[in-house]
């Protein structure tokens, strides 16, 4: 059978200096290590993880095709509006026309046109278009509907069975109401479902102030969900309202909803963290509840980079395909076109412990307001794939300027980012080749309709002389330095700093983070970044260096979250916005570490999410104070088994060196992953920049 690759001519020039190794970004085999990790440094082609797709590769670029392009999905992608019902029938708007009131439900049909989302990313290197993928559950042969309510829910309240403060109104399905305080409630379609693999769609609003909702699946029973208010399981399952009516809140009775997934839509945030200037807006995965909270899920993965807020009363629709190994959400803003794709790895059946369950929805807030579900959809299986697109040149290390041209599968469309995220259909579309005159990450995803998008490739290409730093920003961070790099939570570009926290008047409990935007080898390393702290007499909390991936996909049902990721978030100010990230490693710089006298000015190496609050080094006695707000110039070096670390002060020249012995990509899961910097302040204003960086292998 002969290849079904387009290919866009271009012209190539200059010349290859070095080939970098890239990997599979956001997704690891199941024995946590990076799919592309166990290859080293290989780059000849572009190769799916196991992870990935969970299909075999055809030599035509996609695995068979068997379509589909659900409803919900198709309607939330024309243009239009839908807006909030206060308790009667909802309207939805588009181009095309309106849809109103009506409930159409389906069993045992094959859909027959679409598109859906992709799962994880390859590393996208040379020009031979090959893909390829161990996994052997699911074959992803077809999505089979089971139902639909295209135009809402009128006349569904036998097929599905609300809980607590969720209603069915008219054609609206609501998890929350607008005349309650504290209220949380459920809703689920009551046959279970075979979840080894499944494509939904849905639309939603949330009223501006609402805590926040998950769509879950769930098999839980009378013993995982005991609770003295009354059965909250199975059809009748929900939790507490400041866990969205997922989770339990800390040191309470009512228990979270065990044996199960949820992917939250929060616009709260853990211990009320301030995100500057915009509401918080999150997702995430969480496993049987999640851990227990005081106040938010952690971590985080922010929704703000992408320009999505859940806050804003815009309607939104959710696009998911699980495939046996990957669980891949598009999200997209209706009213503004902004979309965000995320991938977790889970096995779900080892979470839920069953292969079949209830599916539905979760809602909590503690101020009334309404959470809305529009329309739903529904489907066992997911469509045949497509490959990934690959590149025409290499990525890696070049002395001048590139062309580069996209290739993918016949008949497909192309999308591609040069600014760190990855694409959706709301990325530039390509039509021709690409100008890469500075160092620039290219990713691509291939999309047809009848097809699962293809997972994204990556290419990262650095325009630079022979033996310069992969991350080379010893000038900071302006212009084209600020698409390497993703900032979430509070952490923003400010000139060329990069800025965590601020110190701007009323911004407190802030956490912010900011990663490269693809993963890095890890096995050695030298980086170099200079620091500067503002902190006031009275401030705690501080910042770290972070080496993390997303935890893969396991059987350990004690996993209670999937973190990590470009777009990762941890816990709490004291936590230093890295609490709670696994498969990691931090560095922390602590101004006050605890100390009675205020500055104790400390340092510690800590894993997978620690607490930083313990086996403090204190640098005061190397007359280093992290309190003086002097830049601070901060050296790693890294031979495989020891993290050796010298941080100078700048305006003093004050030193202090230490080490850790730590195998970093055993922690980590990988030979590759993300790195940054997070940091937390809590109620007294503090400021955490960074001022440069560069990371060399």
């Not at 166990?38 to 095709?65: C, I």
Request: aromatic residues 10%; glycine residues 12%; hydrophobic residues 35%.
């Amino acid at each position: 059978m002969t290849s079904r690759y387009t290919s866009h001519s271009m012209l190539l020039t200059g010349t290859l200096i070095t080939t970098l190794s890239l990997t599979a970004c956001g997704s690891t085999g199941s024995s946590g290590t990076s799919a592309a990790a166990a290859g080293s440094s290989e780059t000849a082609t572009v190769v799916a993880s196991s992870k990935a797709s969970g299909l075999v590769q055809a030599s035509n670029g996609r695995q068979s095709r068997l379509p589909h392009w659900t409803s919900a999905w198709l309607a939330s992608n024309t243009a239009g509006t839908s807006t909030l019902s206060s308790g009667g029938s909802t309207t939805t708007t588009s181009s095309g026309g309106s849809s109103t009131s009506g409930t159409s439900s389906t069993s045992g049909t094959t859909a027959s046109s679409g598109s859906s989302t992709s799962s994880g990313s390859t590393t996208g290197t040379g020009t031979s278009g090959s893909s390829s993928s161990s996994a052997t559950t699911p074959s992803g042969s077809g999505a089979t509907l089971v139902f639909n309510y295209p135009n809402g829910f009128s006349g569904a309240s036998g097929q599905i069975n609300t809980a607590a403060s969720a209603t069915i109104q008219g054609s609206a399905l609501y998890v929350t109401n607008s005349s309650n305080t504290h209220q949380s409630g459920g809703a689920w379609y009551v046959q279970q479902q075979d979840i080894r693999s499944f494509t939904t769609d849905f639309t939603f609003q949330m009223a501006p102030g609402v805590f926040g909702f998950t769509f879950c699946i769930q098999n839980s029973n009378s013993t995982t969900n005991y609770s003295p208010y009354g059965m909250n399981y199975g059809i009748y399952a929900y939790a507490d309202a400041n866990g969205l009516g997922y989770a339990a809140y800390a040191n309470q009775p009512k228990t979270a909803i065990a044996n199960s997934i949820a992917i939250k839509f929060d616009t709260t945030s853990d211990n009320g963290a301030n995100y500057v200037g915009a509401t918080p807006s999150s997702t995430g995965l969480y496993i049987n509840g999640g851990p227990a909270m005081l106040g938010g899920f952690i971590p985080e993965n922010d929704l703000l980079p992408a320009g999505i807020n859940l806050g804003s009363g815009h309607p939104f629709a959710a696009h998911i395909v699980y495939d046996g190994n990957l669980l891949t959400m598009v999200l997209k803003d209706t009213s503004t076109g902004a979309q965000a794709r995320m991938s977790w790895p889970v096995d779900i059946p080892a979470a839920i412990g069953s292969s079949a369950a209830w599916i539905g929805f979760t809602g909590g807030t503690v101020t009334p307001g309404i959470t809305q579900i529009n329309t739903w959809d529904f489907y066992e299986g997911y469509a045949s794939q497509l490959a990934s697109p690959t590149f025409s040149v290499t990525p890696g290390q070049y002395a001048s300027a590139q062309t580069v041209s996209l290739n993918g599968p016949a008949g497909a469309t192309l999308y591609y980012t040069t600014n760190g995220k990855a694409p959706t259909t709301s990325s530039a579309k390509y039509s021709g080749p690409i100008s890469v005159s500075s160092t620039e990450i290219v990713q691509a995803i291939a999309v047809e309709s009848g097809y699962t998008d293809s997972a994204v490739a990556v290419g990262n290409y650095q325009i630079a002389a022979a033996q310069t730093p992969l991350i080379n920003l010893p000038n900071g961070f302006s212009g084209s330095a600020q698409n390497l790099i993703i900032p979430v939570g509070t952490a923003q570009f400010n000139g060329s700093n990069l800025q965590l926290t601020t110190t701007s008047a009323g911004q407190q409990q802030q956490l912010g983070a900011a990663w490269y935007a693809v993963p890095v080898n890890v096995q050695s390393f030298t980086t170099t970044f200079t620091l500067q702290m503002t902190p006031s007499i009275n401030a705690t909390n501080g910042m770290t260096f972070v080496i993390q991936n997303q935890n893969p996909a396991s059987t350990d049902s004690s996993n209670l979250y999937v973190g990590g990721g470009p777009y990762a978030l941890g816990s709490g100010a004291a936590g230093f916005g890295y609490q709670g990230l696994l498969n990691s490693v931090a560095i922390k710089f602590d101004p006050w570490a605890g100390s009675t006298n205020g500055n104790l000015s400390a340092t510690g190496l800590y894993l997978n999410g620690a607490t930083p609050d313990t086996a403090n080094l204190s640098m005061i006695p190397s007359g280093l104070s992290l309190w003086s707000g002097n830049p601070y110039s901060v050296t790693m070096t890294y031979n495989g088994t020891t993290l050796s670390m010298t941080i100078t002060d700048t305006v003093t020249h004050a030193t202090y060196s230490t080490s850790w012995n730590v195998d970093i990509p055993a922690t980590v899961g990988g030979n590759t992953a993300y790195i940054g910097f997070t940091a937390g302040m809590g109620y007294v204003s503090a400021g955490y920049n960074v001022q440069s960086w560069t990371y060399k292998n």
